[in-house]
């Protein structure tokens, strides 16, 4: 992330990203349930446009904000000391009222009422397992994108996200800002907002569990013939 920007430029580059993401997620989702009655082939369509945006997004708000549009991404980072904890609650909130704006304008666009509860059951272990998993993925593959191919992460995440929606049972929220904002749309990609808090619990967990790996697989290589014999020792 580029220390060039100051924070109110970061955050509404957050805000912005989160708003876009959000707004292809319950937009295409809307779009493909209205076009087919073929589940599959709606998911499809949601999953095409969410992989796509994501690629478009990271490009273009990464060198601004770090481009993580995602509270756990950005709580990572945080822990990683490469976000400052000032910065964190605001990335959040930035996140999540982008999130929310993101479902509202979603909904102004296909003349729905602007917010909604929805009534989309996503919850027990298979579910909650899923996000653990999906969010785990999703910040392993960010953490180890950074470390071997940075000019790469935006495709990385992108295809992550793309393939995860099909092999997760949840379809791959991995965000909580995603989540409440998704709680608030009664359409094909919503949650009930009752719902919300072991999707959130799961994402966390993943995301910590990505970070505890990473931060030993991903450590500095050296080279085993420099190593003295203390170090080489069992």
């Not at 995603?178 to 959130?200: E, K």
């Amino acid at each position: 992330m580029s220390a060039v920007f100051p924070l109110s430029r970061r955050l509404v580059a957050e805000a912005l990203g989160t708003l876009l993401l959000v707004a292809t997620v319950v937009g295409s989702g809307i779009m493909a349930d209205k076009l087919t009655d073929d589940t599959a082939l709606a998911l499809l369509g949601n999953t095409l446009a969410t992989g796509a945006m994501l690629v478009v997004l990271i490009t273009i708000l990464g060198p601004i904000s770090g481009a993580h549009f995602n509270p756990v991404v950005s709580m990572v980072f945080a822990l990683r000391r490469e976000l400052s904890g000032s910065s964190l609650p605001a990335y959040i909130a930035a996140q999540i009222v982008g999130g929310i704006a993101g479902t509202v304008l979603a909904h102004g666009m296909f003349a729905l009422p602007l917010l909604q509860a929805s009534e989309t059951v996503r919850t027990g272990g298979a579910q909650w397992l899923a996000e653990v998993t999906a969010t785990f993925g999703l910040v392993f593959v960010i953490l180890s994108g950074i470390r071997f191919r940075a000019d790469a992460v935006a495709w990385l995440v992108g295809l992550y996200i793309t393939a995860a929606y099909w092999f997760t049972a949840s379809t791959s929220f991995a965000n909580p800002a995603v989540a409440i904002a998704r709680s608030l749309t009664n359409t094909f990609s919503g949650i009930r907002p009752i719902d919300l808090p072991g999707f959130v619990v799961a994402e966390i967990s993943g995301a910590l569990l990505a970070l505890m790996l990473a931060g030993w697989l991903l450590i500095d290589a050296r080279n085993p013939e420099t190593l003295t014999k203390t170090e080489t020792a069992p």
